[in-house]
T-cell receptor, first 116, second 114 residues
Framework: GAVVSQHPSRVICKSGTSVKIECRSL??????MFWYRQFPKQSLMLMAT?????????EQGVEKDKFLINHASLTLSTLTVTSAHPEDSSFYIC????????????FGPGTRLTVL | RKEVEQDPGPFNVPEGATVAFNCTYS??????FFWYRQDCRKEPKLLMS???SGNEDGRFTAQLNRASQYISLLIRDSKLSDSATYLC???????????????FGQGTELSVKP
């Protein structure tokens, strides 16, 4: 089946550091990928839609200058948390639909970010 | 009002019990509906899609009532391995035409005890 990978799986960093998270579709191309954030005991919240070759679309309340998204190729999207602070500590998950005409989405294994 | 709302839980049930989860969604134009399962500290995994005619997969039965904007999941003969958080999910595909924007409910935690 389709696989989506994320790297790194876990990051612990100091406040003020920028952290880059990669999301890759391993056996299919994804012109669109999605980035979610999940705080403890809460559900996944969509942060932004990553579009290959164009700007990302951010959900209301998500700072585009803080969460930089780059969809450089049909198999790779990156999320950079700039100047991370402890309140950015969360579980970040990406997903990708296999094609743009199917409802099936595949999730990456997630990246757990801890900002000290 | 949240776009997707679920029973708050947690549900603590003995093995073999039947348990039902409910979910409501606010946007009547929503097109696709799913139940996902999420284990602790892991990514969500698709459990089943939900169709208007209702669908069954082994011990799991999902129902959709478009008129009431209501989705349900029934688990029969629950197993210890069913312990997880169950997420009701609506796909906003047709509305935003963005290739599958998923809106998640807050999740209902299920704990199956021996």
């Amino acid at each position: 089946g389709a696989v989506v990978s994320q790297h790194p799986s876990r990051v612990i960093c100091k406040s003020g550091t920028s952290v880059k998270i990669e999301c890759r579709s391993l056996d299919f191309q994804a012109t669109t990928m999605f980035w979610y954030r999940q705080f403890p005991k809460q559900s996944l919240m969509l942060m932004a839609t990553s579009n290959e070759g164009s700007k990302a679309t951010y959900e209301q309340g998500v700072e585009k200058d803080k969460f930089l998204i780059n969809h450089a190729s049909l198999t790779l999207s990156t999320l950079t948390v700039t100047s991370a602070h402890p309140e950015d500590s969360s579980f970040y998950i990406c997903s990708a639909p296999r094609t743009e005409v199917t409802n099936e989405q595949f999730f990456g294994p997630g990246t757990r970010l801890t900002v000290l | 009002r949240k776009e997707v709302e679920q029973d708050p839980g947690p549900f603590n049930v003995p093995e073999g019990a039947t348990v039902a989860f409910n979910c409501t969604y606010s946007n009547s134009a929503s097109q696709s509906f799913f139940w996902y399962r999420q284990d602790c500290r892991k990514e969500p995994k698709l459990l089943m899609s939900v169709y208007s005619s209702g669908n069954e997969d082994g011990r799991f039965t999902a129902q959709l009532n478009r008129a009431s904007q209501y989705i349900s999941l029934l688990i029969r003969d629950s197993k210890l391995s069913d312990s997880a958080t169950y997420l009701c999910v609506v796909n906003m595909w047709m509305i935003y035409n963005q290739g599958g924007k998923l809106i998640f409910g807050q999740g209902t935690e299920l704990s199956v005890k021996p």
